[in-house]
């Protein structure tokens, strides 16, 4: 009973099943099929379709997912084995550690402090190095250059994101997401900061690789970049972490501008929880959705973009927050 | 320099690279800066043209189609056109408009195939189903034309194999409807999009004076401003009596190129309707061949739309001499030269792919370009690897 008693703690709850590691799994693998089944859709194809029949082959990730676990991950010769073996497990840990600081309703949070937004931002950040030593670490041209490109990238994308995502900090007067979302009861930061909302959506794809910025591991330049080495269960992780990492940032990104649990107010635990998963899910569906649509960026015209367009929105996002502030509009309270 | 030696890094791209296709690309490459691109062909040796040497002439059909399987009827037709120099034949009319009737619906789905393996390329999945989606209804059309596929051996000296299918003429328009409403969805996702206009405009640049210096040809020709197509300059089979337009685009880049594909695939299916309209009564076999037929097989034959071959056909012996022909296939121009010793077999057989000529491309065009450019450049000249290595 004590056992029960303790899995329901928040600090375990959280990180571990909801919004964590279960959830972000289950979320894994519908957002995979759901990926697979809406591009099949515009592609005019069916998509997974035998793996339980009646539902559309929905648990085809299942099986991909078992199928992975029982191959055979081979490790080339050649490579720095410990870094080789090690960052994948990093890279999944720390795509998935931010949840900690992310609370699921006014009440219902592991770790609350004034500081939670940075935390989250901070966490998150970590994980691009990884990527860049995974590269680095499978001793190949391939998996260089794709690490190469992403830290190109990160240097391009963080900046305006965490400026853009301060703004709001800025706007609501506080770095305490649960603050921060309850601050949106009457109108959502979207509404209040338009410009924000969206740099900070174009770099949270961006930044999770989602098309038109897959750039890391474009399969026809580079083949798979920085992971081309890798197979089996370990190559499940390091694509697992991305799709990972998106859900995080959807789930901040639900706080910061969705309203997080609003508009329906409640202090009720699974309530809030279900309306802030809806929202982070229905964002990971829009980049699933992206890669029926566009091409791939050039890396050159991604860092582009995230120097000549998103950084200077980002400013202008503080900007509107601050003549927002002197204005008068008053959120807090 | 030394110092500059040591930023390079050389990459191999190929033969087992998901974008390479059967051949290798050795670049070398500073930071993202491609510095060189030598491309490696030589990994599908078919060895066409020795092979050539020692098969009859009706063998070789088949063969010379091998090459280049997105775009067999080029092949096909340019032999056979070839070996009717030799022969001093000329086809019936029927049979001209035929051969012209299958060119056009087999550059279709060379144009779309390599669409499609060009949006692969630049990462869109969407254009690469779409297009090889879209090839199927053409290559249903040519398969209920010919019976085969993909590799037809449809056109034979004096005539073609097949005559044209009861209610061809209905489906065929059906299809060719099917496809100008998709050409809307194309532009609408693909050829519209910023994302694809970014990758492709001002990317591989090709001048028209390079482009005749270097003796590029087809659509990469005449993406660059000149407008060269042999069915203009060196009329063949039914197209002197046939309206259309050579598509030329005035900027030489990647999206220039793909762009007169697409406008090719028009232009195609104009010409496919008038062919469907013009199309005149008679003969599809040469009578100097039809009359070798005993007469029940020549009345089965006439009923059945499907030509028996006589026995005498396989060992077809071709008078001594050379000839050449060209025709203007989905990728561009094909030669053939055969000279010929008066025996069962061409003394000597060469045959020029358009692939070959445009393999210059690589190096000319990827010179200062970025990584992610190779892919972009390589899918916008539609080359075949095996093709340029026969």
Redesign the interface.
């Known amino acids: 009973m004590d056992i029960i008693g303790l899995l329901f703690e928040p600090y375990i709850f959280i990180p571990l099943v909801f919004p964590g590691l279960i959830a972000a799994f289950i979320l894994l693998l519908i957002i995979i099929w759901l990926e697979r089944k809406i591009?099949a859709k515009?592609?005019?194809?069916y998509g997974p379709l035998y793996v339980l029949k009646p539902l559309g082959g929905v648990i085809q990730t299942v099986a991909d997912l078992l199928r992975y676990l029982f191959q055979e991950p081979i490790i080339p010769k050649g490579v720095d084995r410990i870094a080789f073996l090690m960052t994948p497990v990093f890279l999944f840990g720390l795509a998935y550690l931010p949840l900690v600081a992310i609370p699921v309703s006014p009440t219902y949070y592991a770790f609350r402090s004034d500081v939670s937004l940075l935390l989250v931002l901070a966490l998150t950040t970590l994980a691009p190095i990884f990527t860049v030593l995974m590269g680095w670490a499978s001793n190949n041209?391939?998996s260089?250059?794709g690490g190469?490109?992403e830290g190109y990238l990160v240097i391009s994308y963080e900046i305006p994101m965490f400026l853009s995502a301060l703004s709001m900090a800025l706007l609501y007067n506080s770095l305490d997401l649960v603050e921060i979302a309850e601050a949106q009861r009457r109108i959502w930061g979207a509404l209040l900061n338009p410009v924000a909302a969206l740099t900070m959506l174009l770099l949270m794809y961006m930044s999770t690789s989602r098309?038109?910025f897959?750039?890391p591991e474009?399969?026809?330049?580079?083949?798979a970049g920085p992971y081309t080495e890798y197979s089996g269960i370990i190559y499940g992780l390091v694509m697992g972490a991305s799709y990972v990492k998106l859900y995080v940032l959807s789930l901040v990104y639900s706080i910061l501008f969705l309203g997080g649990w609003n508009p329906l107010p409640s202090n009720d635990a699974i309530l809030a929880g279900t309306i802030l998963f809806i929202k982070a899910f229905l964002l990971v569906a829009i980049g699933a959705f992206l890669?029926?649509?566009?091409?791939?960026?050039?890396?050159?015209?991604a860092i582009g973009i995230g120097w000549k367009i998103a950084f200077p929105l980002s400013l202008i996002s503080i900007l509107l927050s601050l003549s927002l502030i002197i204005g008068g509009v008053s959120l807090v309270g | 320099m030394s110092s500059m030696e040591e930023r390079e890094i050389e990459l191999l791209i190929g033969p087992q690279h998901p974008a390479s296709g059967h051949m290798r690309l050795v670049a070398k490459v500073d930071g993202d800066v491609v510095v060189e691109l030598r491309p490696n062909i030589g990994y599908v040796h078919r060895s066409v043209e020795k092979l050539a040497e020692v098969k009859k002439y009706l063998q070789i059909i088949p063969l010379v189609e091998r090459p280049s399987l997105a775009d067999t009827t080029a092949n096909n037709l340019a032999y056979v056109m070839a070996v009717e120099k030799l022969l001093g034949i000329d086809p019936p009319e029927r049979a001209k408009y035929l051969r012209t009737l299958l060119a056009e619906i087999n550059r279709i789905h060379s144009h779309l195939y390599g669409l499609g393996i060009h949006g692969v390329m630049i990462g869109s999945s969407t254009a690469y189903m779409w297009c090889f989606g879209d090839r199927e209804p053409f290559l249903e059309l040519a398969q209920e034309l010919t019976g085969a596929r993909l590799t037809y051996s449809y056109i034979i000296p004096g005539g073609v194999r097949r005559d044209l299918p009861a209610g061809f003429g209905e489906r065929a328009e059906r299809v060719l409807r099917y496809m100008e409403n998709r050409m809307k969805d194309y532009f609408d996702l693909y050829f519209n999009n910023p994302v694809v206009r970014a990758r492709l405009e001002g990317v591989g640049v090709l001048s028209r004076d390079d482009a005749i210096r270097l003796g590029v040809t087809g659509p990469n020709l005449r993406a660059s401003g000149v407008a060269y197509d042999v069915r203009r300059a060196e009329p063949y089979a039914a197209y002197p009596e046939l309206e259309f337009d050579v598509v030329t685009e005035q900027a030489g880049d990647s999206f220039a190129r793909v762009m007169v594909r697409v406008r090719e695939i028009v232009e195609s299916m104009r010409i496919i309707r008038q062919v469907l309209r013009k199309i005149p009564e008679g003969p599809i076999l040469h009578e100097n061949y039809e009359k070798l037929i005993p007469p029940k097989l020549r009345e089965e034959m006439k009923r059945r739309g499907m030509v028996k071959f006589p026995s005498v056909f396989a060992n077809l012996r071709v008078p001594a001499g050379e000839a050449i022909s060209r025709v203007e296939g989905g990728r561009g121009e094909v030669v053939f030269h055969i000279v010929s010793d008066g025996k069962l077999s061409p003394y000597r057989m060469r045959m020029v792919t358009p692939s070959f000529r445009n393999v210059i491309l690589f190096e000319h065009l990827t010179r200062g370009v970025r990584v992610a450019d190779i892919p972009a450049i390589y899918g916008s000249l539609d080359y075949f690897p095996p093709e340029a290595d026969r």
């Open positions: 591009a515009v592609q005019l194809r041209k391939f260089l250059i190469v490109r098309f038109p897959e750039i474009a399969e026809s330049e580079i083949v890669r029926a649509v566009y091409p791939r960026f050039r890396i050159d015209q």
